[in-house]
């Protein structure tokens, strides 16, 4: 891999905020902070068509300070709120939709989101956390730490009212065109890849559903320039959690594994991820991620031979994890373990 951007590969070291970027003629990276100590950095990228109308792919975490450099940002391209066309979503974290709802209210854009992860978004999150206890009860969890999973709540919790959340203008599938005119700025003239649906002189954007990170993650290709905004599915330094939406049928990790194959035609294209730095070389990357949940499912599978009957958390605890399975806490031991599960179910 090559990083692409000495600006933000240098801010990812620092753990500060690079400037506002142009990455291409119609195309400008904006890093915005939050106010996490292990990912302080999220990047929202927009895009000018022809016609000078933005279209902003992820808005990025919510706090007034983000909101004056995407104001900013729009000053320096001698644009304005009422310019901003369309909002895409790659998926639906906080961090990457969180000032979704200011946009919308702050400007005429539409907003747009994967059909997944909205009808992911509408489900009761009292159901989910209903689901998740009873899926905590099956993992074999010591009484001692069930309770830093959060999966408990009282009659008091479970009659709450829920905010209503957020609804998309537009739901996006896999194959449809954000309809982005980008002009006479056809990258390098090499056009799309053969059977992309876009034709070879498109300039426009396709959707991508990549599905793993959540059930409709998804990212996009723009083949006239040959970049590809790869949401939270490629990172350059991180290895994204799995299965961080609502609960499917189907096994996040293979999800997640079809999906980096799925991309595999944009190799040669630059990488413009949800947070780190912009890459080239997305094979070897691809490759890199794969055997990291690979490599997973192997240990899971050995666990499992030894000890057929093991339960989720006693194979957790004998495979190997990033952080260490003794510094897994809350929100990481539950990822862990839920990860764990879809391993197990692979290797029987």
């Not at 292990?38 to 706090?63: A, E, M, N, Q, R």
């Not at 990488?271 to 192997?298: I, M």
Request: proline share 6%; charged share 20%; glycine share 8%.
């Amino acid at each position: 891999m090559k990083a692409t951007s000495t600006a933000l590969f240098e801010a990812e070291g620092a753990g500060t905020l690079a400037p506002f970027e142009q990455v291409r003629p119609n195309v400008w990276a904006l890093p915005l902070a939050m106010p996490m100590k292990h990912l302080p950095v999220v990047l929202s990228y927009l895009v000018v068509d022809v016609s000078g109308g933005v279209h902003v792919i992820d808005p990025g975490w919510d706090s007034d300070e983000n909101w004056q450099r995407v104001l900013d940002a729009l000053e320096h391209l001698g644009s304005s709120p009422s310019r901003v066309v369309s909002v895409t979503i790659t998926h639906l974290h906080r961090d990457h939709i969180g000032m979704a709802a200011r946009y919308r209210a702050q400007t005429p854009a539409r907003l747009q989101l994967s059909r997944i992860d909205q009808l992911a978004l509408n489900v009761d999150p009292r159901e989910a956390l209903r689901a998740a206890r009873v899926q905590v009860d099956s993992w074999g969890v010591p009484d001692d730490r069930r309770a830093e999973l959060d999966v408990n709540f009282g009659a008091e919790a479970e009659s709450a009212p829920v905010e209503a959340p957020l609804q998309s203008d537009v739901l996006l599938d896999e194959g449809d065109d954000l309809g982005i005119d980008l002009g006479d700025h056809p990258g390098d003239g090499l056009g799309t890849h053969p059977g992309d649906g876009l034709g070879t002189d498109s300039t426009g954007i396709r959707v991508v559903l990549t599905p793993g990170h959540t059930s409709g993650s998804v990212c996009l290709a723009l083949p006239g320039e040959k970049v590809l905004f790869t949401g939270d599915h490629v990172l350059p330094t991180i290895f994204s959690g799995l299965g961080l939406g609502a609960q499917t049928p189907s096994n996040p990790v293979t999800d997640y594994l079809e999906a980096l194959d799925t991309i595999a035609i944009y190799d040669d294209y630059e990488v413009l991820p949800g947070h780190g730095y912009r890459f080239t070389g997305l094979a070897e990357r691809r490759a890199e991620l794969a055997e990291h949940h690979l490599r997973r499912s192997r240990e899971a599978a050995a666990v499992l031979a030894d000890d057929p009957s093991a339960s989720v958390w006693s194979v957790a605890s004998r495979l190997h994890w990033t952080a260490g399975w003794n510094n897994l806490q809350g929100p990481m031991l539950r990822s862990a373990l839920a990860q764990t599960a879809w391993h197990m179910e692979r290797a029987r």
